[in-house]
């Protein structure tokens, strides 16, 4: 198969190859898709520079069933059933970027990524959705109906957004603030906009992205430097998204007494901030990541009854062999919503 993986870049977000690589074999549990669609995460343009050379990245992926797994010993000597074998070849999937061990807490509570056996995709352990094929697990997958496979690459940018939105536990007459309008901070956008916020503004320093808050439901925009105007009294609930340093700073002075804070930017610099501010306000702050089983099913129901699609979030999709320059673009300041990265297309567009 083909694959876009990881190089001796000399650029922040890495730089990518494309290299033929050994087709996946499905074992006991798992399922392979052919992919059609991945997208890229803020995270991906973190991480690229930290990952070892020959890396397949991609967490945000969907795609044709091609191959199943043989029965699990282990499922028929429990009695259960196995979940592989839920699916045929041919059906439209999205998988969670996880493979859990099915029988801690963790997996039977469905927050899979908090598996002390965890094995995540695209991130170094597991190869990711940057490739023709990919090796998912079954009982991680869901089935997409309705919907073309290249839009399922939205499940996991969705399901990130609302896992947010649900930790933020907004209530009726709350005033609400999205920092970024990036992936995530549209996908929250989107959940909050379906909600009970009275007021719900986006801070984004880019045209193209505050355009795009108010297409997914933002009341007002600004630019971060006319924040202030917008403060007034103070936000009961601010979501970060850009995961840069002082965005928590920015967050603590734009929220409410009282108030709730959700940090769902991925920051991998130190960052510093004035516990005062959150002391006197009194301020509950949440950090998350990931999202629950839950959460990802009704992402995809989202997507399948047709309540968002790429035409709100898609700027652009492109091939294999455009990884390297869309890295390069995705990783200085610009306009994108989310850029998808198709192996069905060639590298003409």
Do not use: Q
């Amino acid at each position: 198969m083909r694959a876009a993986v990881t190089g001796p870049g000399e650029f922040g977000a890495g730089r990518f190859l494309v290299a033929d690589l050994p087709d996946p074999t499905p074992g006991p549990g798992e399922l392979v898709l052919r992919v059609a669609a991945n997208g890229i995460c803020g995270s991906d343009l973190s991480t690229a520079p930290l990952l070892p050379h020959g890396t397949i990245m991609g967490h945000e992926f969907a795609g044709e069933v091609v191959g199943v797994g043989p029965a699990d010993p282990d499922d028929a000597g429990r009695g259960r059933a196995d979940p592989a074998h839920s699916f045929r070849v041919g059906d439209a999937v999205a998988a969670m970027p996880v493979i859990g061990c099915h029988r801690c807490r963790a997996c039977l509570t469905g927050d899979v990524a908090r598996c002390g056996s965890a094995r995540t995709l695209g991130l170094g352990v597991l190869p990711g959705g940057l490739a023709e094929y990919v090796l998912v697990g079954a009982a991680e997958s869901v089935l997409l109906e309705g919907i073309d496979p290249v839009d399922g690459a939205l499940v996991e940018p969705l399901a990130v957004g609302l896992h947010a939105v649900t930790r933020a536990s907004v209530r009726p007459g709350d005033r609400v603030l999205v920092l970024g309008a990036g992936p995530v901070g549209l996908a929250a956008l989107h959940w909050l906009s379906r909600g009970v916020a009275t007021d719900l503004v986006c801070s984004d320093p880019s045209p193209g992205r505050r355009a795009a808050a108010l297409d997914l439901g933002a009341s007002a925009v600004c630019i971060p430097d006319e924040l202030l105007a917008h403060v007034g009294p103070g936000f009961d609930v601010v979501i970060e998204c850009v995961g840069k340093p002082g965005m928590i700073a920015a967050a603590l002075d734009a929220v409410a007494t009282h108030g709730t804070i959700v940090i769902a930017g991925v920051c991998l610099s130190d960052d510093s901030f004035m516990p005062v501010a959150g002391v006197v306000k009194e301020t509950t702050m949440h950090f998350v990541s990931y999202y629950t089983a839950s959460e990802f099913r009704t992402a995809a129901a989202e997507l399948s009854k047709g309540a968002i699609g790429s035409s709100a979030l898609v700027s652009e999709i492109v091939g294999l062999d455009e990884a390297d320059r869309v890295f390069r673009e995705l990783s200085v300041p610009n306009d994108h919503r989310k850029v998808l990265i198709s192996p069905t297309v060639s590298s003409a567009g």
